[in-house]
């Protein structure tokens, strides 16, 4: 069974840029999600998509940070403009279907931000 | 606000030893406590878990051992082995699925 694909893997961009992640979920799952961790901290819950709806956006800053799962399968978050302060790994997972499954995590992106 | 809390940041120890790492939560709402392994440029990935009908459970070398009332559960890593050295996360959830880090532990282990 393949696991959680994403890319790139690594990303350097100049502040006030913008960025784009990709993410592939493990085939037939319902359910991904995309944290961001901050070196040194563990992993912070951004968006929660159910199938192409979003569950939960509550810690996603919205004036910056956007996300879409078209057709339900992959996934792409955007980061425009971004800040210092956005410098982290963007990790994505899926399961099977929410609630307490197994979440799958990818490799993650590892953004730095000059 | 952080809902778990995790300790030590960062521990040592030698191969063959106990390696123990503690977490501690508030929400009485959490009814899924996984633990994650996650080594530097990988993604974390699940090691092992527990509901808190259960006070213990054991797979392997790795035991979860669980305090309903104390709202505290920990990991112990029996017989250190240097594959061993890692991120240890714990974390909670509700029955959404949204998973509440701890802050992570470093486990080093040396031969």
């Known amino acids: 069974e393949a696991g959680v694909a994403q890319s790139p893997r690594y990303k350097i961009i100049e502040k006030r840029q913008s960025v784009a992640f990709w993410c592939n979920p493990i085939?037939?799952?319902?359910?991904l999600y995309w944290y961001q961790q901050i070196l040194g901290q563990g992993p912070k819950l951004l968006i929660q998509?159910?199938?192409?709806?979003?569950?939960?956006d509550s810690q996603l800053p919205k004036d910056r940070f956007s996300a879409e799962r078209l057709k339900g399968v992959d996934s792409t978050l955007k980061i425009q403009p971004a800040k210092l302060e956005d410098s982290a790994v963007y990790l994505c997972?899926?399961?099977?279907?929410?609630?307490?499954?197994?979440?799958?995590f990818g490799p993650g992106t590892r953004l730095t931000v000059l | 606000q952080q809902q778990v809390k995790q300790s030590p940041q960062s521990l040592i120890v030698q191969k063959g030893g106990i390696s123990i790492i503690n977490c501690a939560y508030e929400?009485?709402?959490?009814?899924?406590f996984p633990w994650y392994q996650q080594f530097p440029g990988k993604g974390p990935a699940l090691l092992i878990a527990i509901r808190p009908d259960v006070s213990e459970k054991k797979e392997g070398r790795f035991t979860i051992s669980f305090n309903k009332s104390a709202k505290q559960f920990s990991l112990h890593i029996m017989d250190s082995q240097p594959g061993d050295s890692a991120t240890y996360f714990c974390?909670?959830?509700?029955?959404?699925?949204?998973?509440?880090f701890g802050a992570g532990t470093q486990v080093v282990v040396t031969p």
């Open positions: 998509f159910q199938n192409n709806g979003v569950v939960d």
């Open positions: 085939s037939g799952h319902a359910t």
């Open positions: 997972a899926s399961s099977a279907d929410r609630g307490n499954n197994e979440q799958f």
């Open positions: 974390a909670a959830t509700d029955s959404w699925g949204k998973l509440q």
């Open positions: 929400n009485t709402a959490f009814d899924y």
